[in-house]
DNA sequence: GTCACCCGGATTGTTGACAATCCTGTCAGC
DNA sequence: GCTGACAGGATTGTCAACAATCCGGGTGAC
């Protein structure tokens, strides 16, 4: 089942992105330009380029006259990916209680109130994306695009791994809460208790993304 | 006169790179494929390719049909990305004072000594040289390749600015104290103080950047 | 004088063909 | 049985030609 035929080459990129984040394409899969342009509807030209930019990006790798893989990061990468982005969530967390608004505010409660509503239904697939749309927010009141997009190209080299973290019993709860800390510093304008709280949360994610890890490593599969 | 004939497609896009941050492709300067491929001594399809890569880094701009032109950082956006910048080597530093071995300690005094030199005979290009040298030494001893990438990242988009920062009067010392601190509180292992002290080093620098931007405004020049 | 239109040059986008390279399996020699 | 050379196919790298698009200037109507 061939996608959508990709209009654009950044419509292209963007496809073969989520492909790879969703899992659709395998870490060190060979990605085999004729084959793609096939599946895609493409030139083959138009494949590379967009491996050319993913390759850039971090989430492809490509050997000269060998082809191109998905980038298989390892747990050490998975762990380096992971603090990277709790010191640039964190400082956006900063900027975004410095230049939250009063509608910022309506906007980052009544995503915390869907939160609760999912934990309340175990609704962990809604969950999940009240989750990523509160960061998102909170991204955008912050307004700092050269962090976002570093956030967002670090978040999707390690998407896979995060449900790991998110289906952990009793995660969705205290997820809950440590979000519900990082919007209220933010509503009240708290720069450095903003920080702390996402610090905090990102934190808590990191350890348990560390252990996640360890079990994996002794057999969980 | 042509530069040397780039034999990868890697070297292209670091020449093509460099060329940019060094000012010789001046921002809003239009890249136009063919003229670069004669100079180059390329085709136009590496050419393209190095496009795209430096698209997706952010040093190019490309719209379709319209051809790509070397990205002019606003104001605002090089604020942004000293701030980005900010968050993640403050990070590394501490993941330096965590890392750090003998070794380690013996090479940073030795780029600290040579800054030191470098203030006393009032070589500014040298003390340029060794502060570049000191941050990559610091992001070798953290070992954090994905921050290191994006700084290096970052850093290509403001190193025009820098030179403003660090040509002011009494700079090169006050540099030379904060460089110090922060040798010293990675040297001693110290996590939290190598953190506070490269903050309160790129917070000056970002003062300061704030400073030349404001004055430039004013009519500088 | 101004506006809309159109045309030609310049530039980018797209495509297919060919060359270079690598990987795999096979076979001869020892 | 093992090693090395070698052929064949698969895949990527390179290139030039053609198509599509944009931009500027010029022309004519009003």
Redesign the pocket.
């Known amino acids: 089942m061939p996608p959508a035929r990709a209009s ?2 950044n419509d292209l990129t963007t496809q073969l992105r989520e492909a790879i984040a969703r899992g659709r394409l395998l870490p060190n899969e ?6 793609l342009a096939a599946t895609y509807g ?5 494949i ?1 380029m967009a491996l050319a930019m993913l390759d850039q990006e971090g989430l492809v790798v ?7 893989r998905v980038r298989a990061v390892s747990d050490d990468e998975a762990l380096e990916i992971a603090e990277t982005r709790l010191a640039i969530e964190t400082m956006i967390a900063g900027q975004a209680a410095r230049r939250v608004t009063d509608s910022d505010r309506k906007a980052l409660r009544a995503i915390l109130t869907r939160m609760r509503g999912c934990v309340d239904g175990e609704d962990y697939a809604g969950f999940s994306d009240a989750n990523a749309a509160l960061h998102r927010e909170i991204q955008r009141i912050a307004a700092n695009a050269t962090a976002s997009r570093i956030v967002a190209s670090l978040k999707s080299q390690i998407v896979r791994l995060q449900y790991r973290v998110i289906l952990l019993p009793g995660r969705p709860a205290l997820s809950l809460a440590e979000h519900r800390r990082i919007v209220e510093t933010i509503c009240a304008g708290d720069r450095a208790g903003a920080e702390a709280a996402m610090r905090a949360h990102l934190t808590s994610f990191l350890r348990l993304l560390k252990q996640a890890i360890a079990a994996a490593h002794h057999g969980g599969f």
């Open positions: 654009t080459q060979r990605l085999i330009e004729t084959d493409v030139n083959r030209a138009h590379r490509r050997e000269r006259n060998r082809g191109a």
